[in-house]
């Protein structure tokens, strides 16, 4: 009999330590990435394109402004002018630039401006260059005779534009900083147009030219499940710039979000946030996230250009904290690193986006002269070469498997079967019941 209770309790120890296993590889082990080859199927998205004009503020909104609130002087109307552009223009990297004097603060004082309205101040100001009446002058985005859709976004380097993205109309600068989307504009009524540009080995090069803007701007590349990475700042350029990139796209199978927890997968759809400053997600905008509660721990409140919603909003910088506290901490807020022995850094984790795409600028060049041609720079964007391989995120371990992996340990060590379980189940329910009624 000792024999027996020792086996039999070693067989329900092994069954259950191995069921353990089996369930943890199913909660974290169970999705893995491929690598697919049949490439002559694919179509595979462009880069996006994010263009930050250094010229923001719109004088004659400015002067319409501070006639209204009683400021007259040509002195104090081009101080604030400068004030609010340097501001506008202003992020991690060049705080310290923002021009102010004690005639600043008491302008802000005079029309009432506390550090939370900043960024409306400067939305208000600031024309929405996509949606110009005259169609030849404004921003926009060509393919051939085809368009691409662009929007005005709120980013860490203020308001600028972004195009060929899938998640630019969630980040709108409308959207963040009012909380209305703006209507779909009339120009787009009667033409062709697209939210992603794609290209297949069949279509050969493909390119598009997003256009429309006064130099000096700051031109971003990026994957259009992303938007711009402002530790990847790239200097002020008065020309147009041609980027010749090549895409390698991340993707998933049809079964991969239904079957699948984010915890099992270790990544996020965009539709899946868990921020609190924004109602989508992607790795780029948990660093984002990261940074803001960075910047108030270490400052005790957050840069004017992040969105701010209600009931968790926080305290907005003043100007002069903004140059007092952010450039002694320039690379920790950019790299989330003290320096470069600093190897652990600030913890930041952010799982990675489910889809995605790898971005590679091949070759670039200056368009040197766009300005005097057409009246306008911005960036090129040429696809020559299309990828041979891609990434695909599956499910290897299914719940089903997991099943049957229990289920075939509990046989092995136990004897137990499924039908084992069904008439446990029959003789401690029904079978009980009709034995009890029938003593009764």
């Known amino acids: 009999r000792l024999f027996w209770l020792v086996l039999i309790v070693v067989s329900i120890y092994f069954s259950v330590v191995l069921s353990f296993v089996s369930w943890e590889r199913y909660q974290s ?67 310290e630039n923002i021009k102010h004097s004690d005639n600043v603060d008491s302008l802000l004082d005079v029309l009432q401006i506390q550090p939370e309205n900043y960024m409306k101040i400067i939305y208000n100001l600031t024309r929405d260059l996509t949606r110009l009446d005259d169609t030849e002058l404004r921003v926009r985005t060509q393919s051939n005779l085809e368009f691409l859709r662009t929007h005005q976004t709120l980013t860490e380097y203020g308001i600028c534009y972004t195009t060929n993205s899938f998640i630019s109309s969630n980040l709108t600068a409308s959207l963040l900083l009012t909380g209305r989307e703006l209507p779909l504009d009339d120009f787009y009524s009667t033409r062709t147009v697209h939210n992603v540009r794609y290209g297949n080995l069949f279509d050969g090069d493909i390119t598009y030219s997003f256009i429309g803007f006064e130099p ?55 539709y899946e946030s868990n921020l609190t400053h924004y109602s989508i997600y992607t790795k780029g905008i948990c660093l984002q996230e990261c940074r803001i509660q960075l910047a108030y721990k270490l400052c005790g409140c957050i840069p004017h250009f992040y969105p701010n919603p209600g009931p968790r909003a926080k305290k907005v910088c003043h100007y002069k904290q903004l140059i007092k506290c952010f450039p002694r901490y320039q690379k920790l807020f950019l790299e989330f690193k003290q320096d470069i022995n600093d190897k652990k850094g600030i ?72 039908l084992g379980m069904v008439e446990i189940l029959y003789f401690f329910t029904l079978r009980l019941l009709w034995y009890i009624v029938g003593r009764r």
Not at 46 to 58: D, G
Not at 400 to 406: A, F, G, N, Q
């Open 216 to 270: 000096p701007i700051t031109i971003f590349y990026h994957s259009p499940y992303e938007t711009l990475n402002i530790a990847k700042y790239q200097p002020l350029t008065n020309e147009a710039h041609e980027y010749e990139t090549f895409s390698i796209e991340i993707v998933t199978t049809k079964d991969f979000k239904e079957d699948t927890t984010i915890s099992q997968r270790g990544c996020r759809f965009h």
């Open 29 to 95: 082990k169970s999705t893995v990435v491929a690598i697919e080859k049949d490439h002559y199927y694919w179509n595979t998205s462009m880069p996006s394109l994010t263009i930050c004009p250094l010229k923001r503020i719109y004088r004659p909104y400015l002067l319409n402004y501070c006639s209204k609130n009683g400021i007259t002087k040509e002195e104090d109307q081009a101080e604030l002018f400068d004030f609010l552009e340097s501001l506008a223009n202003s992020t991690f990297i060049n705080f």
């Open 347 to 418: 913890p930041c984790y952010c799982e990675q986006n489910c889809v995605d795409s790898k971005v590679i600028i091949e070759h670039r060049q200056v368009l040197k002269q766009t300005q005097k041609l057409i009246g306008s720079i911005g960036g090129l964007i040429v696809v020559k070469r299309y990828p041979l391989v891609r990434f695909s995120r599956q499910l290897l371990f299914t719940f089903t498997d997991l099943l049957v992996s229990i289920g075939g340990t509990a046989g092995f060590f136990l004897g137990f079967s499924v």
